[in-house]
């Protein structure tokens, strides 16, 4: 089945404590992204991968950081989480930008992240 | 800079109504494409629709219809006899597609949150 995972699902952590959120998906993407979802904000973009070794930052970079060392994982660090981190994180992936086009993103589950 | 108004925050309809949501857009692109996105109670975001600028035709799929109007930058969608199963969240969102810098970005509006009632 063609999708987008994410892990953990849910997480509760302390302030200062790094942690790890893993994106993967199985259908040869090039283009990987990361968004925040935040009440009456929607989604806002963190960083996003357009391939492997490419990365760049997106609306909202500050205090994360992402790397793509393999096409089917896009991982989201935060080094030291502020509880203003706290937030439902979605990892989206899509075919790539060509030729000017935009193709459709497909979101994993979400990881509803909690900072104390 | 792109960006999508949702002004609708929530919506609350008894089942068998039609619901209509509003999307207006901005961008200084030509070239665009405007997407909306469900998300049930269970939090996944589930995709609907994309349409490019260059095609202004409505769209109907089952009980869902989207009104694109690029005159007055909106791209509304219609869910026709709502049922309970329709209560979620939904969001519209809109990515440049020339902007290659901004690689494949989706700006999306506050969404509007629809509770269908039995």
């Known amino acids: 089945e063609a999708q987008v995972t994410q892990n953990p699902r849910y997480l509760i952590t302390v302030t200062g404590k790094k942690l790890t959120v893993t994106c993967s998906q199985n259908?040869?993407?090039?283009?990987m992204s990361w968004y925040r979802q935040d009440p009456g904000l929607g989604l806002r973009q963190i960083y996003y991968?357009?391939?492997?070794?490419?990365?760049d930052k997106g609306d909202v970079p500050e205090g994360y950081k992402v790397s793509r060392k393999e096409k089917r994982n896009f991982p989201l660090i935060l080094e030291s989480p502020s509880p203003n981190q706290t937030s439902l994180y979605f990892c989206?992936?899509?075919?790539?930008?060509?030729?000017?086009?935009?193709?459709?993103?497909?979101f994993g589950p979400g990881t509803r992240l909690t900072v104390l | 800079a792109q960006k999508v108004t949702q002004a609708q925050t929530e919506i609350s309809v008894v089942e068998k109504e039609d619901v209509t949501l509003d999307c207006v857009y901005e961008?200084?692109?030509?070239?665009?494409?405007l997407f909306w996105y469900k998300q049930p109670p269970s939090g996944e975001l589930v995709f609907l629709i994309r349409?490019?600028?260059?095609?202004?035709q409505n769209e109907i799929s089952g009980r869902y219809s989207w009104n694109f109007q690029k005159s007055t930058s909106s791209f509304n969608f219609t869910i026709t006899a709502s049922q309970v199963v329709d209560s979620a969240v939904y969001f519209c969102?809109?990515?440049?597609?020339?902007?290659?810098?901004?690689?494949?970005?989706?700006?999306f509006g506050g969404g509007t949150r629809v509770l269908v009632k039995p």
């Open positions: 989206a992936s899509s075919l790539g930008v060509r030729g000017g086009g935009t193709d459709t993103q497909y």
């Open positions: 969102a809109l990515s440049e597609a020339l902007i290659k810098a901004a690689g494949n970005k989706l700006t």
């Open positions: 991968s357009m391939n492997v070794e490419v990365t």
């Open positions: 349409r490019n600028s260059f095609d202004e």
């Open positions: 259908m040869n993407h090039e283009y």
């Open positions: 961008t200084r692109d030509t070239t665009y494409y």
